[in-house]
């Protein structure tokens, strides 16, 4: 009887503990995109690089989620220009279009003092955007300006 008892108190504290226990849902992917595009608001590159190798792992078709990457590597204070590069690549040949990533390479291409390549993706962003006055197109364009004028 008392080992009886027994079991029926152990097996009450177990489901009252199971009851009790927080079951934790991971971040959807959209979330993860929005926890790195605030850390990139607030210049938290490693917290962005985090969500974003993730997203980047459970879903490695995401275009965007590859040039925010490798936004986070070119932008952190001693820039990984390497890692950048790879996952501009990779983010445009999932999306040749991607206005974002052909700016961002560009511009990655002026830090590595290779300004024929930032051309390249400017006149690209050209005939992306069929104008020159798309959000991508002026910045990079400035960007190289700026380049040509500091480097003469």
């Known amino acids: 009887m008392r080992y009886a008892a027994l079991v029926l108190v152990c097996l009450l504290g177990a489901s009252a503990y199971a009851v009790d226990t927080?079951?934790?849902?991971?971040?959807t992917v959209s979330e993860r995109m929005g926890t790195a595009r605030q850390a990139i608001e607030r210049g938290g590159w490693s917290r962005a690089q985090y969500d974003l190798q993730?997203?980047?792992?459970?879903?490695?078709?995401?275009?965007?989620?590859?040039n925010l990457l490798a936004y986070t590597y070119r932008k952190q204070e001693k820039p990984d220009l390497a890692k950048a590069f790879e996952h501009y690549k990779v983010a445009l040949k999932l999306d040749p279009q991607h206005k974002g990533a052909h700016e961002y390479i560009g511009e990655a291409y002026l830090m590595a003092?290779?300004?024929?390549?930032?051309?390249?993706?400017?006149?690209?962003l050209a005939r992306i955007c069929g104008n020159t006055?798309?959000?991508?197109?002026?910045?990079l364009a400035k960007a190289l300006a700026a380049y040509?004028?500091?480097n003469p």
């Open 133 to 139: 006055h798309c959000e991508e197109y002026v910045d």
């Open 113 to 124: 003092k290779q300004p024929a390549q930032a051309e390249k993706h400017l006149q690209d």
């Open 148 to 150: 040509k004028k500091a």
């Open 22 to 27: 927080p079951t934790v849902t991971p971040p």
């Open 54 to 66: 993730s997203v980047v792992r459970d879903v490695p078709d995401n275009a965007d989620a590859h």
